[in-house]
């Protein structure tokens, strides 16, 4: 098919979710879908959890059975890179040269693993996550014996690779930059609470360090670090964020710098151009109208069907409230809402149960929650985050349950 109604770039989650919804608001035209990948849509988050540690076939990861979309009248292409959009045209140019033509188009190309810059970022052993082929490649080379491994990063993918490679029986250096874990993303409380967690496992935590250079021939066989010390490791994992994927769009004049910029309803400055997923730069209401990315599945889902509402004439604001988790060894993260800017934290719970919750104020309202192995906090907590509600501290930290508060 070189022409359909409506095309969607990525088949990744954001795009899958997309012509789901739109068939749910009764979408007829055609729809394609373009993506890279060369499997259809599939959840990404297993690939850093039981996907990796060998615990969940990739069949059961796949966001819909394999015929359901040519069923529902969704073509898909697959691997195939688009390299050109002409939005005067309406034209997109793909690997190869050839070109499709379409009357709306939602790109959800999501994002590419942020490599390192230093001498040896390429070497054989050096990995990202965020495929599955990426996932497949690091399987490979534990099956083949590697078993020291080095993880760059302490976000949320590198503390769940730690965890999965510790399971796994390897011995695991984390690297961190920042002077702590999860420092872009969480309070101090759930850093330090991680940390503990994660040298009780027996991970090997540097905070403040950073890589100079991966050392090997052709393939890793250490890290160096710019204090001098060298780790010798059989693999590196680098979890060090995304880059937006979404040079054609900006190529072709769409507003934007680190994501591409959207209005409420997923529209990009660029005619019949929706954007949607980690790479739309959108103003967030539960960030007090920042202008932020989110990269998660929640969003991925909830922009899907504001892009959709929106074509099929129902335009409705994305206005959904955030939520994420994260699982690591036996401890379930769920967080809700955004804690950017917060000026004050309470503890609900004590770490040392393992079981215990996180809120976040800004100017006395409960903007956001990190809950660990405590599910019922994350869902009476979110009713909190919605209802912006201003609570006091010493009623969130001694309150029985949230519930008895909103
Ligand atoms: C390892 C891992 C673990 C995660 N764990 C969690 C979790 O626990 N909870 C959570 O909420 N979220 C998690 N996430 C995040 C979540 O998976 C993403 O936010 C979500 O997939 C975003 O959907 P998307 O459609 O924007 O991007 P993606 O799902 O990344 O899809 C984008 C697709 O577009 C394709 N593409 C890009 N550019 C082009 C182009 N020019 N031409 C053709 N195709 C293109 C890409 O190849 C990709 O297939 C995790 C992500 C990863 C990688």
Known sequence: MNAADLVIVGTGHGGAQAALALRQHGFEGSILMIGRDSEPPYERPPLSKDYLAGEKPFERMLIRPRDFWAERNVQLRLATNVAKLDPAAKELTVAGGDTVSYGTLIWAGGGDPRRLSCPGATLAGVHTVRDK??????????AAGATRAVVVGGGYIGLEVAAVLRKLGCEVVLVEMLDRLLARVAGEDLSRFYEAEHKAHGVAILLGAEVEAIEGEERVTGVRLTSGETIACDLVV???????????????????????????????????????????????????????????????????????????????PYEAVPWFWS??????????????????????????????SVVYLKGGQVVALDCVNKTRDYAQGRKLVEARATIAPELLRDAETLKELL
């Open 238 to 316: 680098v979890g060090i964020g995304i880059v937006p994927s979404i040079g054609p769009l900006i190529a072709a004049g769409a507003a934007g710098a680190n994501g591409v910029d959207v209005d409420p309803t997923c529209r990009t400055s660029l005619p019949d151009v929706y954007a949607i997923g980690d790479c739309a730069a959108h103003a967030n209401p539960y960030a007090g109208g920042a202008v932020i990315r989110l990269e998660s599945v929640q969003n991925a889902t909830d922009m899907a069907n504001t892009a959709a509402r929106a074509i099929c004439g129902e335009p409705q």
């Open 133 to 142: 082929a990426d996932t497949d490649r690091l399987r490979a080379d534990l």
């Open 327 to 356: 699982n690591q060894y036996d401890l379930r993260l769920q967080t809700v809402g955004l804690n950017l800017g917060h000026d004050a934290t309470v503890l609900r719970g004590d770490p040392a149960s393992r079981s215990f």
